[in-house]
């Protein structure tokens, strides 16, 4: 068994599209329409979805919010160079809630970042080289 994708339901999927690809650097792998059922999916990530695991965005057709919950937690993703990629990410747009430090009780360097609809995204330093090339890049669909 393998983790295919997790999948987000978003108010905007523009928004979110230019959130995922254009502020994390993510790429839009694929996207359709279901007309008869009145919402599109998006399926957006890192690599292809043969060999890596991706988010899928539903956006349904003329609902732009979501009611988030208390039991939903975050994504996760793995930087070389945390405070590089939260200035990158600020100055693409993007919202970082929480500054890159060490996490409460412990000592692994996280940051958190939220999307257009709230989702929070966490950010984890991978390595003890600040000076690393981040994997967060700027990429067109």
Known sequence: MRLLHTMLRVGDLDQSLNFYCEVLGMQLLRKKDYPSGEFTLAFIGYGDEADNT??????????DQYNLGDAYGHIALGVDDIYKTCDEIKARGG?????????????????FVEDPDGYKIELIQLSSHSSAATPVQTTTA
């Not at 991706?54 to 609902?63: H, Q």
């Not at 919202?95 to 940051?111: D, F, L, Q």
């Open 95 to 111: 919202k970082v809630s929480r500054e890159p430090g060490p996490m409460k009780h412990g000592k692994t360097v996280i940051a």
């Open 54 to 63: 991706v988010i899928e965005l539903t956006y349904n057709w003329g609902r």
